[in-house]
Every structure is written in C-alpha cells, then in structure tokens.
C-alpha cells in the first residue's frame, strides 16, 4: 500500500487489488481558526475560493464527487477511471503509477502541448503526480475533480491521451 497525500485529499494506493481510495481531508483546525479570524462572512462562499470556510471542511469532499460524476458522464479515455463515489466521503478509483518525470520538463512539455490552457489550472497540469500512463504509455490523468481541469480535460484531453510516453509528456 502507497500513501499520497494532497492538499484537500488522502489517497491510498493498492497496486495488487488495482485501486486508489480517494479519502477528503476535512480541516477542522483552519476551518476554526477561520471561523474565530472572520466571523461566518466567509461561510456562504463556494468551496473553490481560496481560504474559505466552506474549502476547508468541504472541498475534498466536492472534488470527490466532481470526478465521480465527470467520470460517469464522459467515461473520458484521458480520465483514470473512478468507479464509485460514496458521497464525496470515499472514492474509488483504478490504481496507477504516476507519471516520474522531472517537474520542469512535465511543465514545459504540458506548456508545449496545451499552451496557455495549461496555465489556467497549473496547480493540477504543472504537477507530474496528478497524471499517468496506460498499457499503451498514452498519458492519463488521476486528478480532475477541479472544475477548470474539467473544462481543459474537455478541450484537449483527447490530444493529450494521444501522447505517449516521453514523446508528448
């Protein structure tokens, strides 16, 4: 068994049953700090909005079932297959080796690839840890519960699936 730790996510990865559970990492100690620095002011704001109350109790929990529903209604060849969501709380997901490649050349590879798209999510297309390979070495991507990688999963994920292996990225 493999440990990844994310910023709103903890995954366990069972190479031999071929799974990743996907766990959301509720933040309670910042979520009170935020609630004793401003007041409910922040509550209302959407689990996306950097530093709100909402991302720190619940944002793993929506990436969660982002991925989930993505998965189910594109079943996108770039996407690694999730299999079942239980209400954000778990998810489960087909197991992968990410991608080893240096940070610098996956970004300027990615750059290259998608061009300036790739700058409107760079926390999850300049991180070489959030992507894989298939039997086919074509690329694939394990973390896109993100509503912007959605959207570039949209429009360039074919292209990118068509990459293999140190040719594309």
């Given at each position: 068994?493999?440990?990844?730790?994310?910023?709103?996510r903890l995954?366990?990865v069972?190479?031999?049953?071929?799974?990743?559970?996907k766990?959301?990492?509720i933040?309670?100690?910042?979520?009170?700090?935020?609630?004793f620095?401003?007041?409910?002011?922040?509550l209302?704001y959407?689990?996306?909005?950097?530093?709100?109350?909402?991302?720190?109790?619940?944002?793993g929990m929506?990436?969660n079932?982002?991925?989930w529903r993505?998965?189910l209604?594109?079943?996108?060849?770039?996407?690694q297959?999730t299999?079942f969501s239980?209400?954000?709380?778990?998810?489960?997901q087909?197991?992968?080796?990410?991608?080893?490649?240096?940070i610098?050349?996956f970004w300027?590879q990615?750059h290259r690839v998608?061009?300036?798209?790739?700058f409107?999510?760079a926390h999850?297309?300049a991180n070489?840890?959030?992507?894989?390979?298939?039997?086919?070495k074509?690329l694939m991507i394990v973390d896109y519960?993100h509503?912007k990688t959605?959207?570039i999963?949209r429009?360039?994920?074919?292209s990118?699936?068509?990459?293999?292996h140190?040719t594309c990225?």
């Open positions: 068994m493999q440990t990844k730790v994310g910023k709103n995954v366990f069972f190479p031999r049953l071929g799974l990743a559970v766990f959301p990492m933040h309670l100690v910042r979520a009170t700090q935020q609630l620095t401003y007041g409910w002011q922040r209302p959407p689990g996306d909005v950097y530093k709100s109350l909402t991302e720190h109790l619940f944002k929506g990436d079932l982002r991925e993505f998965y209604q594109t079943r996108h060849p770039f996407c297959p299999y239980f209400f954000g709380l778990v998810n489960l087909r197991a992968a080796v990410t991608c080893q490649m240096p610098e050349e300027s990615m998608t061009g300036s798209e790739a409107t999510d999850h297309f070489p840890a959030n992507f894989c390979h298939d039997q086919n074509r519960g509503l959605q959207k999963v429009k360039l994920g074919t990118l699936h068509a990459c293999h140190r990225v």
